[in-house]
């Protein structure tokens, strides 16, 4: 079965060019990432994928336990470039000694972004997840997270 039959029959379709918001969680929602450095890996991955022109950030947060990552897809599909993230970040933070364990759960959660002005609204409910977990006082404080329109 093509990656593509697959998509469609988990009710999932990629389109290049469009915009999602995409999350993932921590296997067992661990809080992996409160180790800021360890979450810099999963930001390392983010950054790769917008190298190799798989897709363009626009806005993501790592939190503790889970990401948030806004993107447009440039190339391929978002289980390509999840499965991406998710493998490469995992090999990182294991040969790191981050944790011996499974560091993702499986699948992911996206949303497609229909309406331009839908994305600023998106952008910063994710910039403010630290906020609303009561991580920090000011989303400037918290070391994990990016938006292009600052």
């Known amino acids: 079965m093509s990656q593509r039959s697959a ?11 469009q915009v999602y918001l995409l999350t993932s969680v921590v296997n ?12 810099r890996y999963v930001v390392d991955e983010f950054r ?22 806004l993107v447009t897809l440039k190339k391929g599909t978002l289980g390509m470039l999840i499965r991406r993230v998710k493998s490469a970040s ?31 609204a998106v952008a910063r409910y994710i910039v403010a997840n630290p906020l609303r977990a009561g991580l920090v006082k000011r989303v400037g404080d918290y070391p994990l997270w990016d938006a292009v329109w600052l």
């Open 7 to 17: 998509d469609l029959r988990s009710g999932r379709y990629s389109e290049v060019g």
């Open 28 to 39: 067992g929602r661990q809080p992996l990432f409160s180790n800021w450095r360890t979450g």
């Open 48 to 69: 790769r994928a917008q190298q190799a022109g798989v897709a363009d950030s626009l806005a993501w947060v790592v939190m503790p336990d889970h990401f948030h990552w």
């Open 90 to 120: 995992a090999l990182t933070i294991m040969r790191a000694g981050c944790t011996p364990h499974r560091v993702w759960q499986k699948g992911y959660h996206d949303r497609a972004i229909r309406r331009e002005e839908d994305l600023l």
